[in-house]
Every structure is written in C-alpha cells, then in structure tokens.
C-alpha cells in the first residue's frame, strides 16, 4: 500500500516472503511475516527515525437505544493488543540521514506472529484465570470487509460493524518531535494482513440445564396418540458436544473440507408396554454464529444472549446458516427390557456426568420402572460450506475465541420431527442447541525463533528450577525393584559392577515470556544488547504515537 506524507514522501509496504502477490496476505501462529519498507522523497528531505511496526487492535461500539431520545447515544472502545518494532540497521539509512529527491530507500522487515500476548493486555478482572488466559490468545482477524476472504474472493466473516479486530504492518517516518514532546510523524503507510491463529480443541463445555441457557443438549415431549386419543408416551432427545470442525491453514494450496460428526441419541418410554415408538421425519441442522461484544472488558466468557439484549455496553449478533435437512424415517428402534439406567439429578451440570453410559439413555420423568423402552441413534455429519462446494457460500469462518472486547461462539441447532403411529397429527419439532467448537491448525514448519543465547539461558532457568523440585524418597516400585544396576560400584566382599550411571534430564517449562520486540527472552535475565540499541539507532523502547 503506497501513502503520501505531509513531505511529499511516497510510503510502500511490500512483503517479500511468498505473499507480495496474494490477494489477501495470510499468516498463522509462529510464521514469519518478511518484507520491506520503500520510501521515495520528491525532494531532498530530513528525517530522524523510520519505525516499522507490526500492529493489532480492537475496535467496538455499542448503541444505546433507549426511548427518551436524550439518552440515546453510543459508546466506543479501543483496544491496542499487540506493537511489534522493527529494529534498524544504520547502514539501512542514508548519509546525514537526508533521502535524496527521486532516490528509493528500503528498509527490511521480520516478524513472527506471536501465540501468545503479554499479560499487561489483559489488566482488568476477570472472573477467573481460565478466561484471563483466554484473554491473552491473540484473536483473528474480524469484522474487516477487505481482510476477510478464501482464496482469491472477498467473503463475509459473519461479523457485525460494531466490532473490527484488525492486523496490519505500518512504517512510520519521523523529524523531530511536537510541542506535546510527541513524535512529529511526517509520512506513514500501512498494510493490512490477516491473521488465523493456530487455536486447540477445548474441552468441552459444561453446560448447565437452565431455561435461559443458550445451550440445550436434552429434551423431553410428551408424543400423543391423536387428538383426544390419549398419551402415546415421552421421546426423549440427546446429544453432546462433538469434536471441533477443524480450520485448514489460512495458506493451504488443496484444503479440505471442514467436516465433523455429531450423535443424537433418542429414547421412547411408551405410556403401555404395547405402545410403539413414534415414526421419526426429518433431522435438520443449522449452524448459529453468534459474535459478542462490549465497550467494557467482559470478566467472564459469553454464555447467555440474553444478558447482552438489553445491555447499554454490550451487545450481540447472531447468524444461522442451514447445513443439511434430511430423512431419518428409516431409523431403526430398538428394543429393551425395563432395566434402566437411573434418572439423572436435575442438579448434575453435564450430559457426560450426568449419564456414564452415553449409548443408554436416561429415563424421563413419565418412566415406569420395569416397563420395556426403546431406542435409536442417528449420526450427523457436520460440514461448514464453502465456495467451490456447489452451495456457492460467501460465509468465511474464524476460530472459536474469547477476548477482552469481542468474542466468537457456535452453536448446533438440531430440530426433528415426528409422527405417531396411524395418526396424522404432528407432534411438535423438538429442538436441541449443542455447542461446537472450531479449531484451526497452524502452519506444518512454524517454529518459534529463537538466537543461540537465548536458548541457552532457557536451559539455564530449567536446569536451576529442577535442581529445587521435591524429590520422592519413597521405595521403588514392585517393578523396578529387580531391574536396578550400578556404575562401578564396590562393596567390601564384592567385586564390582558395571552398568550405566543414572542419569536426570531436567523437564521442559513454560516459564517463557515475549519481550517487547516479539524476540523470545528469559524473564530473569536483561535482555540482550541488540534489543536495547543497534548499531547506534534505538527504536525498540519507544515507537511513535499519534
């Protein structure tokens, strides 16, 4: 992207690491975004600093509709997430830094996306360190029309105006500073990028059984023979969360498609022992995309829309998305004798606690014990549509995520009919909202980059955190207790043995953290001098603010 500065100074950003002829530059978790800054002076002009820098930011507003007219208005928040700089070399700069008129300076660029943010992104209180942490994942790119594709199609990302998340390299000139002791930036350019950050399967949720959860993984109703004929007997509707729908890397030159598969398993406690199970019709399934956001830091994750409706600081926007409506009127029943497992606590969070033996369901609340039951299983296969799948979807999908300001969640809409046995009423659909998860996979050769000294310190820290972890001094195992040998080892009246010495290799921690720079650093340590100070010219520590 080329910008003019206030010196007629020409600014472009070009990449130089596969993507420079991308529609959509697009990078994961731990990749390298390489380029270089070109800037092109019409005429002779002075300049003192070239910051380069790679940026993320959240954007939110939320309206508050109220019915006096007074009151209504908007409020706003913004959130900077992530500053990258560039450190310069000084012989990337020209003689008494002046940029000759129609010459074309570059300067070079490297960044790693980071998987992870600094704790201070996250400073307000969360209900919980689970969510703080979740807060620290760095969120996709969101909301952004221009940013938002597959392939070499812009797409919608499903996202409302009222929250943008944004990624974007941005090369800043500067002269001098202000009267406010601020940067006087002179020229500046940005490009934007997309980040899809590589993101883990969850566990799943527990979900709890309330009414006004957005969650529903169980369902009873009550199946009629007819109009004024009587009770036929109680259907009983579960499933559980499946395994996520899993993303492609964003650069993958054949992806696949994105597909997953849910049970939904089904009960019949007839109101007769002769009673048989009603006929089954279709199974349709719909995929809902809800986008929360706030212009106050959420303290927990999002789990009820309706806490967001009538909110002045939050607000939420949801979309549906049909996935598959098909027949299952060939479903086979099955027939059991009247052992049952037991009715489950109303109080019990969870399906999966809730019913060790998923395949069994539990009886409903009509149950008569002893009576015979029935029952079916119908599996469902779950794939999100794509643009070459013959749907023709302009629908592009994120990861699930949580963040200060916006998040992202989906949920599974299963709704099924059927019909009593030589009847022609209907019974009413019954309908379950089972949360799914999406994940995304990161590129197959991201590596972290770290220098040679920088592992050598995280050994260091490792070797002296294993050197004051507790020790058992418990006997050996059964199983080892015949199998011990020793190095050389001499006991009066015994001649010695050898064998190979014990050895202890120290485990690996996570107690790394990312400097300001994106450079990988121990936390004990000072950082290294070319984070501080290179070749003269220091950047790292202070970056222009406008």
Known sequence: MVHKGKEKLIVEISLTDGQQDAFIPSYTSLDQIRGKASLTAQTDTKIEQVYISFEGDVKTYVEKIATASPTNGRSNAFQPFLRLVQPMEEADFPDNDILQAGKTYTFPFTFAVPDKLLPQNCNHSPDNDVVHQAHLQPPPTLGDPLTAGWGKSLMDDMAPDMSIISYSIRARITNGRRSDNKHNVIAEGAKKIRIVPTVAEQPPLAVQGGQEDDYKLRKEKPIKKG????????????????????????????????????????????ASPDAQPPRLGTLATKLKVATFFASRPMRDIPSRSSDFHASTTQGI??????????????????????????????????????????????????????????????????TLPRKDDGTGSSKVFVPTFHSCLVSRIYVLDFYLTCQTPGASVTAPTMHL?????????????????????????????????????????????????????????????????????????????NNVRRSSAGIWADENLPPPDYLIRTSGRSNVRSSPTR
């Open 227 to 270: 109009t004024f004929k009587g009770r036929l007997g109680t259907l009983v509707m579960e499933s559980a969360q499946p395994r996520s729908l899993r993303l492609p890397p964003p650069r993958a030159e054949h992806p696949c498609a994105v597909t997953t598969s849910a049970t939904v398993n089904l009960r019949f406690d007839p």
């Open 433 to 509: 909202k089972v949360p799914i998860q999406i994940s995304a996979e990161g590129s197959a050769d991201a590596r972290p980059n770290i220098s040679e000294g920088e592992a050598q310190a995280i050994a260091r820290r490792e070797a002296a955190e294993f050197m004051w972890q507790p020790r058992s001094v418990a006997p050996p195992s059964p199983e080892y207790t015949e199998q011990a040998h020793f190095s050389s080892f001499t006991t009066p009246g015994r001649d010695s043995v050898d064998a190979s010495p014990w050895r202890t290799q120290a485990e690996p921690t």
């Open 317 to 382: 926007y949801v979309e549906t998305l049909p996935l598959s409506s098909r027949c299952v009127s060939t479903a086979q029943w099955e027939k059991h004798d009247g052992v049952s497992p037991p009715r489950p606590d109303s109080a019990l969070s969870t399906v999966a606690v809730s019913n060790p033996n998923p395949s069994v369901l539990q009886p409903s609340a009509s149950y008569k014990e002893g009576q015979p039951y029935h029952t079916a299983h119908l599996l469902v296969p779950i």
